[in-house]
C-alpha cells in the first residue's frame, strides 16, 4: 500500500525558516558573553591565604582535641564542671569526651592513680590514637598529691605515661585546666610533623 507524504509546511518554507532562526541568532550573537564568574578573580587575590603545612594541621589538631574518659578520683568533678556549660571547653571543639580510647587524643588525669588502675590507664594510653598527648591535672596527677607517700599509690602519672602539661592545684579550678589546655594548643603549634621536633 502507498503511504502519502503530507506535511503541513514544504521544504522550502522549512529552509526559509531555518535561515530566519539563523540569522537572527547571528544577529544577536556579535558581542562575547561576559564572564559571569569575572569578579572571582578579584575575590580570589583577597581571599586566598598562604600558610605552612606544620601551621595547617597544627591548628586542625589544636581545634579538634577529644579527650578520654579517664576520671579515677575527685578532680573528675572540676573536670565535668569544666564541660559543662558555664566554662564550656567545646569553644575548643572538644565538647565530647570519648568513651573510647581509640577516638581521642588527649588524656586529662583527673585524679589519684593507684598501681591497681595503673595499668588500665597505661593500656588506655596505648590504644589511643597518634598523635597524641596528655594533660595532668591535681596534685595527685602530678606527684601523687596527698596520697604521694601510700604503698598504693602512683607518685604522679609521668611514671607510666609522658605528661605534656602540669596543671597544679588540689583540685584545680575550671579556668586553670582551660588555661592548660591552652598552654597545650601553644605547645602543639610549635611542634613540626616531619622532623618530630620544634619548628
Ligand atoms: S589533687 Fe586533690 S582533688 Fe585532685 S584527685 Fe587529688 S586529692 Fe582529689
New binding site residues.
Given amino acids: 500500500m502507498e503511504v502519502s507524504r503530507q506535511h503541513i509546511y514544504s521544504d522550502a518554507e522549512l529552509d526559509s525558516h531555518e535561515g530566519q532562526v539563523i540569522a537572527e541568532l547571528k544577529a544577536n550573537s556579535q558581542c562575547i558573553i561576559p564572564d559571569p564568574d569575572e569578579w572571582l578573580d578579584e575575590e580570589l587575590r583577597r581571599n586566598v591565604l598562604l600558610t605552612t603545612v606544620d601551621a595547617f594541621l597544627n591548628w586542625a589538631r589544636t581545634s579538634s582535641m577529644w579527650p578520654v574518659i579517664s576520671f579515677p ?3 573528675a568533678f572540676e573536670l565535668i564542671s569544666t564541660a559543662a556549660s558555664r566554662f564550656d571547653i567545646s569553644r575548643f571543639g572538644m565538647e565530647i569526651l570519648r568513651a573510647s580510647p581509640k577516638q581521642a587524643d588527649l588524656m586529662i588525669t ?3 592513680l593507684t598501681w591497681k588502675m595503673a595499668p588500665q590507664i597505661k593500656r588506655l594510653y596505648n590504644q589511643m590514637a597518634e598523635p597524641k598527648w596528655v594533660i595532668a ?5 602530678i606527684s601523687g ?3 604521694r607517700g601510700s604503698y598504693a599509690v602512683v607518685p604522679g602519672y609521668n611514671h607510666i605515661i609522658p605528661v605534656d602539661v602540669y596543671v597544679p ?3 584545680p579550678r575550671p579556668e586553670a585546666l582551660l588555661y592548660g589546655i591552652q598552654m597545650l594548643h601553644k605547645k602543639i603549634k610549635k611542634q613540626s610533623n616531619f622532623t618530630g621536633g620544634e619548628r
Fill in positions: 578520683a575527685c578532680c583527673a585524679g589519684t591535672m591535681g596534685a595527685c596527677g598529691g596527698l596520697f592545684g588540689c583540685p
